[in-house]
């Protein structure tokens, strides 16, 4: 992928956002959760061969800057709204996993006309109604046992920091996604009951061996959302987009095809 960084100073030059792009065509905003950009960047790569792919990178993570005010999902949602307006991008199709389709979800809700549809990957956001689909808390388990949690084959995809300075970014990730979401844990309680006016097409994609968030909550908030799909992911867990990229590009690629 031929990615080019860019930084945009934003609301009054008061927010510093850093994303990566790369490609032309129709664009997608992929939107990232606890894990990080990179997470994202596999996704983008494969998008960009035939279109435009924006990778923003939450402001608290990575070790870009975040302002002491902000600190809430709606922060996100406001920063990525206005982004949209300043590179002017149109017909975006919003791409987010874990708590970056809570934010996606969110953008949606804001009724902008520059939106064509949304992607929801794994996503958060709702309380489900059961104690039974309750959303693990990654940081409160070993690495190990999170790894097991979050991947179908943990073996060959978690995630493992290579130096100290990986781990301590790492640790800084977790506390930026913390403030953003940390209170009640990964979730807005009236988010469920106003899914229902998503005005956007919207795809929920699901990987099944997930044990953070698990199926039957995706079901729920698929259920939630006015003529939502719900696609299940074999043989991959919180990230079905890095455990398996071609058939998440494939079901995205349907998707916007039938936009």
Known sequence: MAIARHTVDLFADTL??????????RCFLLLHGGAGPASMYGLAESLSAKARAVVPIHPGFNGEPRPERFGRIDDLVLAYLSLIER?????????????????????????SPRLAGAVLINSVGIDAGTPELSIVDPTAVQPAERAALAF?????????ASTPEAAAAMVENQKALRAYAGEPFMHE??????????PIPTLVIWGESDRIVRPDYGRVLASSISH???????????????ERLEEVERLISDFVGRL
């Open 87 to 111: 590179l002017d991008l149109r017909d975006v199709v919003l791409v987010g996993n874990s708590v970056g389709g809570w934010i996606a979800a969110e953008m949606a809700l804001r009724l």
């Open 189 to 198: 309680p009236t988010l469920l009951s106003r899914l229902a006016k998503m």
């Open 16 to 25: 510093h956002l850093s994303f990566a792009e790369a490609g032309a065509g």
């Open 152 to 160: 179908h084959n943990p073996e060959k995809f978690a995630f493992a």
């Open 228 to 242: 939502a799909r719900f696609a299940p992911v074999a043989a991959a867990g919180h990230f079905p987009q890095i």
